[in-house]
């Protein structure tokens, strides 16, 4: 299961890891038709595909979600956090609202999907959770302070659930990808103005030579699940062309 996989970097990984061979539920918030879309392409895959509405910052939807994945499947063997929200604003325009959207959505939402999920995993004997973060849990983003907040409890909530969760066979780590270019920059005003010059900027001064593009994220993510990486737990791993490296990027 993918939590927003109707578009974005979510829907990237879900046709990965169904090329790869896994049924896949496909969960969205507000676009049905693109959701609806991507388990199209995986039917054509050859593989099952569940499309469930669902706001994972709601718990009652939350657990609905993981309910028609038990009645569907009746097992789960791997749950990518994917799905992602925020209130991009200056410090002083933040709200309370904003944050609790935020941080249900972002972080509460993977410590409770996955108290669920190893219910789900433990019938057969374990799985993989992989939750993506974002470079801003510990850099400064412009109007990205409860985003930020969200990802690095994200974060925090990985190395928990890795320790606790290895008894049951249950691998957990986290991917934090440099920026892509997906819809989701639409929310910052940086972007909207001087959105290619930005992007083209940030590309020049990745040492790849490139930004990120959410292929990158689903390799990660393919090798996190496989056998291959039984050994690192609770990890926090950056993809981002080592743009984060230099002292002024
Ligand atoms: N793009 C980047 O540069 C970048 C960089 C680093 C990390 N990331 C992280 O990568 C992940 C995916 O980002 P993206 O760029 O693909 O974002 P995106 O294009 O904005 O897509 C967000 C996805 O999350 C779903 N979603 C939003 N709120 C939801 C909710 N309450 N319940 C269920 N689904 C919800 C959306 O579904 P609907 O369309 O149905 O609303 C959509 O499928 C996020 O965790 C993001 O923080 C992105």
Not at 84 to 106: F, H
Request: one cysteine or more; aromatic letters at 8%; charged letters at 20%.
């Amino acid at each position: 299961m993918i939590t927003g996989s109707g578009r974005g970097i979510g829907k990237t990984i879900a046709l990965r890891l169904a090329a790869e061979g896994a049924d896949i539920v496909v969960n969205f918030f507000r676009n049905r038709r693109s959701a609806e879309t991507v388990a199209s392409e995986i039917r054509e895959l050859g593989q099952k595909a569940l499309v469930v509405k669902a706001n994972v910052g709601d718990l009652k939807q939350l657990n609905y979600l993981y309910d028609a994945i038990d009645g569907e499947f009746g097992r789960l063997d791997i749950l990518i956090h994917n799905a992602a929200s925020g209130y991009n604003r200056s410090i002083m325009q933040q709200r309370a609202k904003g944050w609790d959207w935020t941080m249900n959505i972002n972080a509460r939402s993977l410590l409770f999907g996955a108290q669920r999920a190893a219910q789900l995993m433990q019938r057969n004997g374990g799985g993989s959770i992989v939750a993506i973060s974002s470079l801003g849990s510990r850099r400064v983003l412009p109007e990205y302070v409860v985003v930020g907040a969200s990802k690095a409890a994200l974060e925090s909530i990985v190395r928990y659930l890795a320790v606790e969760f290895s008894a049951m066979d249950i691998a957990v780590n986290g991917v934090s990808p440099g920026l892509v270019d997906t819809q989701a920059l639409n929310f910052f005003s940086a972007f909207n103005e001087e959105e290619k010059f930005i992007l083209n900027d940030i590309a020049a001064r990745t040492p790849a030579g490139r930004l990120c593009i959410p292929e990158d994220v689903a390799n990660l993510i393919s090798f996190l699940c496989s056998p291959k990486a039984s050994m690192i737990r609770g990890q926090i791993i950056v993809v981002d062309g080592g743009y984060s490296l230099l002292a002024r990027s």
